[in-house]
């Protein structure tokens, strides 16, 4: 069941320009098309082991890294029945994902056609992406500082274990992805500035995972505005 799903998918999938990618030794398929600075990302998952041949259709944003042979993923998103639910990437959500039985496999491609494409265009113009994420950038930074300062209610709630813990955000990756994307668009004082924002921010985060890219990007950037 689980091939039969994949490659129905992967067969449609590329009547619309997705070209067939690797699953990681997963069931079902992935694919991707170039639109601009981005790369527009598709894949369909199976689960032949806990749900009996359901699958998940997943979507992603990808922006491709000059300095490495492979992309990084900006926004994911999952095909829901009613609507597509973006997640922060990196951040994992248990019961997160959309699982469709088999016998919807018309249905589900139904819903891709009219809203899983869509989003997709719409998320992808770096005008668009760049109003998405500096809006939340803002709104995750107010709420980590609001967060930051609980009250004590909230404090004693949390040592119960009656409210859930804030749960860690990544957000400070995306000035870097606002970096690249005004790079993208000629912008590039703009990108200067939110890669120094970034560098800031992780530096008083001490996230020393991400100094690889702020490097490389900051390089890269460099060369164009002084050639």
């Known amino acids: 069941m689980g091939k039969a799903i994949g490659a129905e998918w992967r067969a449609r999938l590329k009547e619309l320009g997705f070209v067939p990618q690797g699953t990681g030794g997963r069931k079902g398929?992935?694919?991707?098309?170039?639109?601009?600075?981005?790369?527009?990302?598709?894949?369909?998952?199976?689960?032949?082991?806990?749900?009996?041949?359901?699958?998940?259709?997943?979507?992603?944003v990808n922006m491709p890294l000059p300095h490495a042979d492979h992309d990084v993923v900006i926004l994911l998103a999952d095909v829901s029945h009613e609507e597509i639910r973006i997640q922060e990437p990196g951040v994992h959500e248990p019961g997160f994902a959309t699982w469709w039985t088999p016998d919807e496999i018309e249905l589900a491609w139904r819903v891709f056609l009219q809203l899983a494409v869509p989003w997709l265009e719409r998320h992808s113009r770096p005008e668009g992406l760049i109003a998405y994420f500096e809006q939340e950038y803002r709104r995750l930074e107010e709420a980590r500082a609001r967060a930051s300062k609980p009250s004590i209610v909230t404090r004693t709630l949390r040592a119960l274990g009656m409210i859930e813990k804030e749960r860690a955000s990544v957000h400070h990756q995306y000035l870097l992805w606002l970096s690249m994307l005004y790079e993208a668009q000629g912008r590039l004082d703009q990108a200067l500035q939110r890669l120094d924002h970034y560098a800031r921010d992780i530096e008083a985060k001490g996230v020393k995972a991400e100094s690889e890219r702020l490097v490389h990007h900051r390089e890269s950037l460099m060369r164009r505005l002084y050639i």
């Not at 694919?31 to 199976?46: D, E, I, M, N, Y």
Request: net charge positive; charged share 15%.
């Open 29 to 60: 398929t992935y694919g991707s098309r170039t639109v601009g600075p981005v790369r527009q990302a598709v894949g369909v998952l199976v689960d032949n082991v806990h749900r009996d041949g359901a699958f998940n259709v997943q979507l992603n």
